[in-house]
């Protein structure tokens, strides 16, 4: 079965840099768009970020200029690369598989900005 696994999370100061990591198994990770979500507390979990098989990427407004998905094909791993990171970028941050009409989460990783 599809399973995705986040790591990267922490705490880190206003300003600082964080490199997110997924890894996928069970699917084949090529073919599929991936993306970066994230849910604060008492709130909706959003897009963060996505990407196509091809490389095509897309980004909310908030992050654009700081956060860069990437991702290795060989090595089944999606990454989020967050800059600048502010206290409004505190969340859980879940990674998502889309196959066909089916979508796969992971655990999600705490990432929490201290002012």
């Known amino acids: 079965q599809v399973q995705l696994v986040e790591s990267g999370g922490g705490l880190v100061q206003a300003g600082g840099s964080l490199t997110l990591s997924c890894a996928a198994s069970?699917?084949?990770?090529?073919?599929?768009?991936m993306g970066w979500y994230r849910q604060a507390p008492g709130k909706q979990r959003d897009l963060v970020a996505h990407i196509t098989r091809i490389g095509s990427t897309y980004y909310v407004d908030s992050v654009k200029g700081r956060f860069t998905i990437s991702r290795d094909n060989a090595k089944n791993t999606l990454y989020l690369r967050m800059n600048s990171l502010k206290p409004e970028d505190t969340a859980v941050y879940y990674c998502n598989e889309q196959i066909g009409a089916t979508s796969y989460w992971g655990q999600g990783t705490q990432v929490t900005v201290s002012s």
């Open positions: 069970g699917s084949i990770f090529g073919i599929n768009t």
